[in-house]
């Protein structure tokens, strides 16, 4: 039991990674559509490139969405409506049409006058109720059909345009008073009309949903049928027309029949081994290129993170309405890798991830193109995203890529630009607005995953910050040492195309360590007298040292983020302190080497390699004598041939090539320093 504990807990890290890959593999299959993918490929108005395709099997010829609509239309246009008649209405209208009347006109003598009068009225309002009275107004043609319902049985059908409109009864009582010769009784017929007339015809909504609804279930979702082995296209022959509509039928029927209860099991472990493959290739490619990423179980959870992320939402608009696929803002995904890590991871994460979508995305090649060059041109613009005018700049290139690319997709599938759908520019107009976000994005990273982006290093380069103000103060010439490494390494990176941002922090902080006891260190001994006189060599030795170690726990105590703190342990590597060894070797004592040589450990990248060959050279030629360029050149070279004579750069990703060009700077940048002029031939 103890052994299997202490094998799980020297490999946890593995063990960790092992788990996380597994998790990720499980989400993502789990994101997936749950349905099969058709074997070819093809595209409107192109010719078909694979063999004959005959028919797998029987199936329908499924409608389009287009005809199925149309067909919709003309059934609702065409569908029975259905209307209720109150037939009690017209013997109240009329009952109480008579006791209105003897008031409205009781000054009139019962005469053959007054009995025309009533009678005349009446008339009206046989014409008015001859097919119904509505109180609202009903969005149908004139012409519409309408089934008269009474005590809910049909009655008989009329014209929609034969119905009166109670909002018309003015108009209506005005023009029949005139036609009859009553003008002198014109206001009493309002009156009286207005007082009396009641909607007797409404709209039976219930029956005619219905109605509407069993014509709509009866039209057929197909129109035809293809039997097994028959010709479906012949290779060459332009998918088009009758072919698409029965190449598109056949897709839809493949894809539900591959996914059924039968072979679930066996479609969702083909899925898996598809997804592991590509995050397998991801892992394998960070332990061979990024070794230092791939022993951060952090970095990788992170980089595992954001995949899982973009493949969420993607899966989540496509489910939503797919038309709105490229509103995604996948370009962000290489940013935020590129802001804390670098391009190349960034670039390959973003296309394995692309490919995976392409599982999700109808179009796929055409949307895993699009992305691909938009992850691409991620990569070569952006830079310096601390710098805000870059990143709009950069996502107005991106966006303009986007809209670029799809119109060139559109010209070649429809062959004209008539139907172009103009508002999906729109959609990569805010997917563009949206990759603006990985700004705020990138602070919540940088507090979840305790990572650090060049936005942070820009905040920590200001020799304002606490920790910069407290060297300045307790170790004055340590600081001073500390800028000036700082531009000689800003200057070497920028040389060989490293982070100049990393480097400069790094070199600021590098030896903060100094705090702790500054007049042990020759730069900061003002008043001419060294600590050392009372001190052995193995003791000042120590505490030469130990500055590494106490610079690593400051800046922990101050939060500084690892990849600064890996500048403070690696920029001695495991060099040996050579002033005090010599001084222990002359005493003729027995002694250990190692107690005059730094823990490490050695320089892993570019970065702290250049810090540690900048702080050599600067420290060391504050003991130059008469400077020339003769002999700072062999004083740079001397030095830096030392460190790599020791295998302090073995670890680093550093070429020799680039080596030289750092020499070349650093004799440049102290020939500067030392204001010398440049040594004309005699």
Same mark, same amino acid.
């Given at each position: 039991?103890? #052994?299997?504990?202490?094998?799980?807990?020297?490999?946890?890290?593995?063990?960790?990674?092992?788990?996380? @890959?597994?998790?990720?593999?499980?989400?993502?299959?789990?994101?997936?559509?749950?349905?099969?993918?058709?074997?070819?490929?093809?595209?409107?108005?192109?010719?078909?490139?694979?063999?004959?395709?005959?028919? *797998?099997?029987?199936?329908?010829?499924? &409608?389009?969405?287009?005809?199925?609509?149309?067909?919709?239309?003309?059934?609702?246009?065409q569908s029975p409506v259905f209307f209720d008649v109150d037939t009690t209405v017209v013997n109240k209208v009329k009952s109480e049409y008579s006791s209105t009347f003897e008031r409205l006109f009781f000054e009139l003598p019962k005469d053959k006058i007054k009995i025309d009068l009533y009678f005349?009225? +009446?008339?009206?309002?046989?014409?008015?109720? =001859?097919?119904?009275?509505?109180?609202?107004?009903?969005?149908?043609?004139?012409?519409?059909?309408?089934?008269?319902?009474?005590?809910?049985?049909?009655?008989?059908?009329?014209?929609?345009?034969?119905?009166?409109?109670?909002?018309?009864?003015?108009?209506?009582?005005?023009?029949?008073?005139?036609?009859?010769?009553?003008?002198?009784?014109?206001?009493?017929?309002?009156?009286?009309?207005?007082?009396?007339?009641?909607?007797?015809?409404?709209?039976?909504?219930?029956?005619? =949903?219905?109605?509407?609804?069993?014509?709509?279930? =009866?039209?057929?979702?197909?129109?035809?049928?293809?039997?097994?082995?028959?010709?479906?296209?012949? !290779?060459?022959?332009?998918? =088009?027309?009758?072919?698409?509509? $029965?190449?598109?039928?056949?897709?839809?029927? /493949?894809?539900?029949?591959?996914?059924?209860?039968?072979? /679930?099991?066996?479609?969702?472990?083909?899925?898996?081994?598809?997804?592991?493959?590509?995050?397998?290739?991801?892992?394998l490619f960070m332990k061979k290129y990024r070794m230092e990423v791939f022993s951060n179980n952090t970095k990788v959870t992170f980089i595992f993170f954001n995949i899982v992320l973009m493949v969420f939402l993607t899966t989540l608009v496509v489910n939503y309405n797919s038309s709105y696929i490229?509103?995604?803002?996948?370009?962000?995904? *290489?940013?935020?890798? !590129?802001?804390? @890590?670098?391009?190349?991871?960034?670039?390959?994460?973003?296309?394995?991830?692309?490919?995976?979508?392409?599982?999700?995305?109808?179009?796929?090649?055409?949307?895993? @193109?699009?992305?691909?060059?938009?992850?691409?041109?991620?990569?070569?613009?952006?830079?310096?995203?601390? !710098?805000?005018?870059?990143?709009?700049?950069?996502?107005?290139?991106?966006?303009?890529?986007?809209?670029?690319?799809?119109? $060139?997709?559109?010209?070649?599938?429809?062959?004209?630009?008539?139907?172009?759908?103009?508002?999906?520019?729109?959609?990569?107009?805010?997917?563009?607005?949206?990759?603006?976000?990985?700004?705020?994005?990138?602070?919540?990273?940088?507090?979840?995953?305790?990572?650090?982006? #060049? +936005?942070?290093?820009?905040?920590?380069?200001?020799?304002?910050?606490?920790?910069?103000?407290?060297?300045?103060?307790?170790?004055?010439?340590?600081?001073?040492?500390?800028?000036?490494?700082?531009?000689?390494?800003?200057?070497a990176a920028n040389e060989i195309g490293a982070n100049t941002m990393l480097v400069r922090v790094g070199a600021l902080y590098h030896d903060i360590g100094k705090m702790k006891n500054p007049t042990y260190f020759t730069e900061n001994q003002m008043t001419g007298t060294n600590a050392h006189d009372?001190?052995?060599?193995?003791?000042?030795?120590?505490?030469?040292?130990?500055?590494?170690?106490?610079?690593?726990?400051?800046?922990?105590?101050?939060?500084?983020?690892?990849?600064?703190?890996?500048?403070?342990?690696?920029?001695?590597?495991?060099?040996?302190? /050579?002033?005090?060894?010599? &001084?222990? $070797?002359?005493?003729?004592?027995? @002694?250990?080497?190692?107690?005059?040589?730094?823990?490490?450990?050695? *320089?892993?990248?570019?970065?702290?390699?250049?810090?540690?060959?900048?702080?050599?050279?600067?420290?060391?030629?504050?003991?130059?004598?008469? *400077?020339?360029?003769?002999?700072?050149?062999?004083?740079?070279?001397?030095?830096?041939?030392?460190?790599?004579?020791?295998?302090?750069?073995?670890? $680093?990703?550093?070429?020799?090539?680039?080596?030289?060009?750092?020499? &070349?700077?650093?004799?440049? !940048?102290?020939?500067?320093?030392?204001?010398?002029?440049?040594?004309?031939?005699?």
């Open positions: 039991m103890k #052994d299997i504990i202490n094998l799980f807990h020297k490999n946890h890290s593995l063990i960790y990674k092992v788990f996380l @890959f597994i998790f990720t593999t499980f989400i993502i299959v789990y994101l997936f559509p749950k349905s099969g993918t058709f074997r070819y490929s093809f595209e409107k108005g192109k010719p078909w490139q694979s063999e004959n395709l005959y028919a *797998p099997f029987d199936f329908a010829i499924k &409608k389009t969405a287009e005809e199925i609509e149309e067909e919709t239309k003309q059934i609702t246009l005349k009225g +009446v008339l009206l309002l046989d014409e008015l109720y =001859q097919s119904g009275v509505l109180q609202n107004q009903y969005d149908y043609n004139p012409d519409q059909q309408i089934s008269i319902l009474v005590d809910k049985t049909q009655s008989g059908v009329k014209r929609f345009d034969s119905f009166f409109l109670q909002t018309n009864l003015k108009s209506f009582i005005e023009s029949r008073v005139d036609a009859l010769g009553l003008e002198a009784y014109k206001q009493r017929y309002l009156a009286l009309f207005f007082d009396v007339v009641k909607p007797n015809t409404q709209l039976n909504k219930s029956i005619t =949903q219905v109605s509407l609804e069993e014509r709509l279930n =009866q039209i057929k979702l197909v129109r035809g049928r293809i039997d097994k082995q028959t010709l479906i296209v012949s !290779k060459g022959e332009v998918v =088009q027309g009758d072919k698409l509509v $029965a190449l598109n039928s056949l897709v839809s029927e /493949y894809e539900s029949q591959v996914w059924t209860d039968s072979n /679930y099991t066996l479609v969702v472990t083909a899925y898996t081994v598809l997804v592991s493959l590509a995050l397998l290739m991801l892992l490229y509103i995604v803002p996948l370009c962000i995904l *290489p940013l935020i890798l !590129k802001a804390f @890590f670098d391009a190349r991871l960034g670039l390959f994460t973003h296309v394995l991830t692309v490919l995976l979508l392409g599982f999700v995305v109808a179009n796929n090649y055409e949307y895993m @193109f699009l992305q691909i060059i938009a992850g691409i041109v991620t990569i070569l613009t952006v830079s310096e995203l601390y !710098k805000r005018a870059n990143l709009f700049i950069s996502v107005g290139q991106i966006t303009l890529i986007y809209i670029v690319s799809y119109f $060139a997709f559109f010209v070649i599938h429809e062959g004209s630009i008539d139907s172009l759908k103009w508002e999906t520019f729109l959609l990569f107009v805010l997917c563009g607005l949206a990759a603006l976000f990985v700004q705020p994005l990138i602070y919540v990273y940088e507090k979840l995953f305790g990572l650090v982006s #060049d +936005v942070s290093l820009l905040e920590l380069s200001d020799t304002n910050s606490k920790l910069l103000k407290e060297l300045s103060d307790k170790a004055p010439g340590t600081f001073h040492h500390s800028l000036n490494v700082a531009n000689l390494a800003e200057a009372e001190l052995s060599p193995k003791e000042s030795a120590k505490i030469i040292i130990n500055h590494v170690i106490d610079g690593v726990e400051l800046a922990k105590k101050n939060n500084l983020p690892d990849r600064v703190i890996d500048f403070i342990r690696t920029h001695h590597g495991t060099s040996t302190v /050579y002033y005090f060894y010599n &001084k222990q $070797a002359e005493l003729n004592l027995d @002694f250990e080497a190692a107690d005059f040589s730094y823990n490490g450990p050695k *320089p892993f990248n570019k970065e702290t390699a250049i810090l540690m060959m900048c702080d050599s050279v600067e420290a060391a030629s504050k003991s130059l004598k008469d *400077p020339n360029s003769t002999k700072i050149n062999n004083f740079v070279d001397a030095i830096i041939s030392k460190q790599m004579d020791t295998d302090q750069f073995l670890n $680093a990703d550093i070429t020799l090539k680039e080596i030289q060009s750092i020499k &070349k700077v650093l004799k440049q !940048k102290l020939a500067n320093m030392y204001h010398l002029r440049i040594e004309y031939p005699d």
